[in-house]
């Protein structure tokens, strides 16, 4: 629909809302009904499966002791694997290729530490100057364990409007001494989705390695990893597959990989086979469970299994389909309702190129999301000026999405905000 076109009553949103054929996964979450929750993309809401999982999980425990890595509904001795092959379709790739593992970080630096071999004049890790803190943090400690100066060997590709980094800025980037590519599938700050195939395509042409941050795109977004002959990847499990606050993480890695040797070697990255014979020579497993390091946590991971039962029936194509409805609406009305309050839609307005959010900028960002939540609406935060705004196809409605601009419309015509310091909270 057009800025000019847009209907801005409440009718319509409702008449969406009852088109919706994903409309029922709503009632498998706890959604509050006097709140607004757009937050979805920094820690999803939890749903009744996940938590009967996670019930089940603690049960065989209780009931099973030490048993219950072999025994069960879900045996733990196999889980990472199970939860691997459930969530190869959300990222594109065989089974074998997905083990759910780790944290964010610490699979990242599992990965690079693996894939990052510098040689005569590849010594150089290419990465964004947008991308999310962590990555650079774990980049520059694997620069350093391997002797290498971060502030030479780390290479940052610029972003004109900080906003955005041009795709054809990173291609350009990938010189000759260039050993490894890290990028984010979607700018956490804009929700810039990058052209994981063409990156991909154009880091091969030159013999790099590369590999992708998925934390905003996995749940949000379709990819075909295996498809596009992306080498690795990582990712969080909390953000829109709904896993829970600290949910055990995940990665990737290319089948033409698998039988390499982990750069960071532990129990579990053994052949699970050969795991009890207590060898000092280890043989890691032959698929992405070789990449594991220590013990899955078993309370960590259970919800994933409820989250990713939901994910198989609604389908990622629906809700990226939805997704995009969503989103597009709230950008419709953004335009037609707060016209003249000074607000920047900074995030691409192209459907192919966004992800699961809108990210707003404004002067009084801090201070305006301060007063969305004495509304009862949760946004998001990001320094200096930035407000993202997530309805997640899973359990937000049209409705919601109407409520929150007039809302927000509110905020701006009484100043609400101006109550408040422009100042971020200790968690933004």
Not at 40 to 69: F, H, M, P, V, Y
Not at 193 to 215: P, Q, S, W, Y
Not at 388 to 394: F, G
Request: charged share 25%; hydrophobic share 40%.
């Amino acid at each position: 629909m057009s800025i000019n076109a847009v209907d801005p009553s409440r009718d319509y949103a409702l008449q969406l809302d009852k088109e919706d054929e994903l409309a029922s996964f709503r009632n498998e979450f706890y959604v509050k009904e006097d709140a607004i929750y757009l937050d979805g993309n920094s820690l999803g809401l939890l749903s009744t499966r996940a938590e009967t999982a996670l019930l089940d999980i603690l049960d065989s425990w209780k009931k099973l002791g030490i048993d219950g890595w072999t025994e069960g509904k879900h045996p733990w001795f196999y889980l990472s694997e199970q939860l691997g092959e459930m969530s190869a379709p959300l990222v594109g790739a065989k089974s074998e290729e997905v083990i759910v593992t780790g944290s964010t970080t610490v699979n990242l630096h599992q990965l690079v530490s693996t894939f990052f071999e510098p040689k005569g004049s590849r010594t150089k890790i290419l990465a964004d100057e947008l991308t999310f803190p962590s990555d650079i943090y774990a980049l520059q400690s694997q620069l350093k364990l391997k002797g290498y100066d971060p502030d030479e060997h780390l290479i940052q590709v610029k972003s004109k409007d900080g906003r955005i980094v041009e795709e054809e800025d990173i291609i350009a980037a990938m010189t000759d001494d260039v050993a490894l590519i890290m990028l984010p599938g979607v700018m956490y700050r804009s929700g810039q989705v990058l052209d994981m195939k063409r990156l991909t395509e154009e880091a091969h042409k030159r013999n790099i390695v590369i590999g992708f941050d998925l934390c905003h795109s996995i749940g949000a977004i379709p990819h075909s990893l295996s498809e596009w002959g992306v080498d690795f990847a990582f990712w969080c499990n909390y953000k829109y597959l709904n896993a829970g606050p600290g949910g055990v993480g995940g990665l990737y890695v290319n089948e033409k990989h698998l039988g390499t040797t982990p750069g960071l070697s532990g129990w579990f990255s053994s052949d699970k086979q050969k795991q009890f014979d207590m060898d000092h020579q280890l043989t890691p497993a032959n698929n992405a469970g070789a990449f594991q390091i220590g013990t899955p946590h078993m309370l960590s991971v259970a919800p994933l299994i409820g989250s990713l039962e939901i994910f198989n029936e609604a389908g990622i194509d629906r809700l990226r389909e939805k997704s995009l409805r969503l989103t597009r609406y709230l950008m419709d009305l953004i335009n037609h309702e707060l016209k003249d309050f000074d607000f920047k839609i900074s995030n691409p307005l192209v459907d192919d190129r966004r992800g699961g959010h809108v990210y707003l900028e404004h002067k009084e960002a801090a201070r305006i999301c301060k007063a969305l939540k004495e509304n009862n609406i949760v946004p998001d935060f990001r320094n200096p000026n930035g407000i993202r705004l997530a309805p997640v196809a899973l359990y937000n409605t049209f409705e919601e999405v109407w409520k929150s601009v007039q809302i927000l419309k509110k905020i701006m015509e009484e100043e609400q905000y101006k109550k408040f310091e422009n100042k971020r909270g200790v968690v933004a």
